[in-house]
Nanobody
Framework: QLQLVESGGGLVQSGGSLRLSCAVS????????IGWFRQAPGKEREGVSCISGSDGSTYYADSVKGRFSISRDSAKNTVYLQMNSLKPEDTAVYYC??????????????????????WGQGTQVTVSS
């Protein structure tokens, strides 16, 4: 399994920006995918965005399209989530997660489905109105 450590959360006003980082360590299989998920109090966990480690394809939930951007720095083994135009409803604990296989498994990333194998500890994002 991969080890994941998130950072970059905090308190920001509505309309502001934050960048989350997910440091990834461990041995990767040919196909690996890094996703960002979030969970607000009293709500179910929601998939936010995902990036394919093998080809760099990116995917987003409708609720964040046009506002959030996922990227990776392969040299630093880090995945970023740039969050712009933040809204109070973006308030949640954000987790990065990883799944990897010896075969292509793009659908889990594209659809932001359950089934990710490794999870970080989470970082709190609070957007004030």
């Amino acid at each position: 399994q991969l080890q994941l450590v998130e950072s970059g959360g905090g308190l920001v006003q509505s309309g502001g920006s934050l960048r989350l980082s997910c440091a990834v360590s461990g041995r990767t299989l040919p196909y690996y995918y890094i996703g960002w998920f979030r969970q607000a109090p009293g709500k179910e966990r929601e998939g936010v965005s995902c990036i394919s480690g093998s080809d760099g394809s990116t995917y987003y939930a409708d609720s964040v399209k046009g506002r959030f951007s996922i990227s990776r720095d392969s040299a630093k083994n880090t995945v970023y989530l740039q969050m712009n135009s933040l809204k109070p409803e973006d308030t949640a604990v954000y987790y990065c997660a990883a799944v990897q296989r010896i075969f292509m498994y793009q659908s889990i990333c594209r659809d932001l489905r359950d089934g990710f194998d490794s999870w970080g500890q989470g970082t709190q994002v609070t957007v004030s109105s």
